[in-house]
């Protein structure tokens, strides 16, 4: 893994980026505007961005969220979400009937669906957007409910991939870490999000639309903070990854030993992402 300056001095080798969006262009509360200028910059000079997030919303649903933070509209030109691969998921499993487990702010997952939502003792199966509660609630609030629910052998749909995101200075739990919590009670557990291909498939193909031909993935390049969902989706992809190393992982030691870690690798690093 190579430190660099800034995107500027790799650019000129990539035509499209796609880039994760919490902890590398905002961190819940607020954005981050030289990442934001970096994007914008490259879309100018190179070729399309496409934003792609573990989000468990549709992406349309999640347009306003980044306008209110702060991001400019300049600085992504595509959006695919976890939430948008997850809907072919729970489509399959219409009508359910489902245990709707998230708060309700990610209801727009299931709008237009036709799905049925029932309390956890008479679901068919469960959707995760995460915690009911992300402020003061743990998984291992859940881990009652969930021992009944993998003896029922009920399918545990995890709309977000994530383990934890960065909120302002505070991290919380997502619902990949309950869905963990899940898989070690011995439920089965089906997820859509990076770093699983459905994701990236949609991506590159938003990207291609959006070139209007063919993307050669040699040259494409992913930009994340996320070791187990942005840079091993990369690396399941075979695409080039910039690690930016003041994301979720910034307290946990050297980048290099973090990656090496993991089993995981990057072709460059960034402390924060600049142009």
Known sequence: MQPISGLSRIADRYDVVLCDVWGVIH????????????????????????????????????????????VPDAAWSGFVTSGDATRALLAARAPGPVWKLGPDRDDPLYAGLDLEFSDLDEAAFIC????????????????????LAAARRLAFICANPD??????????????????????????????????AATYERALFEA???????????????????????????????LDCLYIASGIHAAEGDPEQLLAAAGAHAAWSLAGLVW
């Open 163 to 196: 383990r934890v995101v960065q909120r302002g200075d505070q991290l919380i739990y997502c619902a990949g870490a309950l869905a963990d919590l899940y898989a070690r009670l011995g439920g089965e557990v089906l997820m859509a999000g990076k770093p699983y």
């Open 208 to 238: 291609e639309m959006l070139a209007g031909q063919p993307i050669d993935r040699s040259r494409v390049l992913c930009i994340g903070d996320g070791i187990e969902t942005d840079v091993k989706g990369a690396n399941g992809q075979g």
């Open 27 to 70: 961190n819940g509360r607020e954005s981050f505007p030289a990442a934001c200028d970096a994007l914008a910059v490259f879309q100018v000079e190179r070729g399309p961005v496409v934003l792609i997030s573990n989000a468990p919303r549709p992406s349309a649903a999640v347009h306003d969220q980044l306008r209110m933070l702060g």
């Open 128 to 147: 995760c957007t995460g915690p009911f509660d992300d402020v003061t609630e743990t998984p291992e609030d859940y881990r009652e409910r969930f021992e």
